[in-house]
Structure formats: structure tokens, C-alpha cells
């Protein structure tokens, strides 16, 4: 399976996302704020990241726009976590670069779903 980024504040959420990803079958590494993500990221060259949008310090949208721009990490999808739902929410997320977006709670078909999606070798983002 993959090997996956969790960028999250909330234990409960993250502990949450992990149980999910690793009953999957996937191996996961985390990161509790944007700029260890950012350096797990480049590091770890995960397949795929999960990024949570509020975070203190730096937010989600800001750390996805810097891996999209940065040629080590740009290739990796991003998928953006949020408790916020509301349509210009999703927009903000595109325009940030994320290729999917999940509201939260986390629903664990539509993670999966999602995960499946953007590892196909051929896959075109789900929020384009």
C-alpha cells in the first residue's frame, strides 16, 4: 500500500486518520504543525498527504501552496481536511493546489474513495 503524510493538530483527529490509514493497509508518518509537514514532505516523499486546512502558525492552504510550488513535493497529491464545508471553502482548497478536499468528521469510504482515486497512475483530481 502507500506511505502517507498526516498534517494535523488535533490528537484525536490524527489518531483517528492514522487507525483508518494503517487498518488500510498503509504506513503512515505525521507532522503536528505546517512546517514539519513541509519538511516530512520533502524528506519522507510520502505518496499522498492528508493536509488539515486550520493549523496553528502556518495554515494548510499556505503549506500546499508551498509543496505544489516546490519541485521535490509538487508531484504529491494533497488532500485537504477541513471542518469547514462550505462551497467557496472547496475553492479556496483548489485554488491553494490541493487535488481533493474531505470534510470533517472523517467518513472512512469517503477517505478511502478519495486515497484510491489519487494513487491510480492515471488519475485526474477530483476537485477539477
Request: aromatic share 4%.
Amino acid at each position: 500500500m502507500a506511505h502517507i503524510l498526516i498534517v494535523e493538530d488535533n490528537e484525536a483527529n490524527m489518531r483517528l486518520a492514522r487507525l483508518l490509514l494503517v487498518n488500510a493497509g498503509h504506513t503512515v508518518v505525521w507532522a503536528a504543525d505546517a512546517e514539519s509537514g513541509l519538511t516530512l514532505a520533502r524528506e519522507a516523499q510520502p505518496a499522498l498527504i492528508l493536509m488539515d486546512i486550520q493549523l496553528p502558525g502556518m495554515d494548510g492552504l499556505a503549506a500546499t501552496a508551498l509543496l505544489k510550488q516546490d519541485p521535490h513535493t509538487a508531484h504529491i497529491p494533497v488532500i485537504a481536511l477541513t471542518a469547514m464545508a462550505m462551497k467557496e471553502d472547496r475553492e479556496k482548497t483548489r485554488l491553494a493546489g490541493c487535488d481533493a478536499y474531505i470534510s470533517k468528521p472523517l467518513r472512512y469510504k469517503e477517505l478511502y474513495q478519495v486515497i484510491d482515486t489519487l494513487l491510480q497512475p492515471t488519475t485526474t483530481s477530483p476537485l477539477r
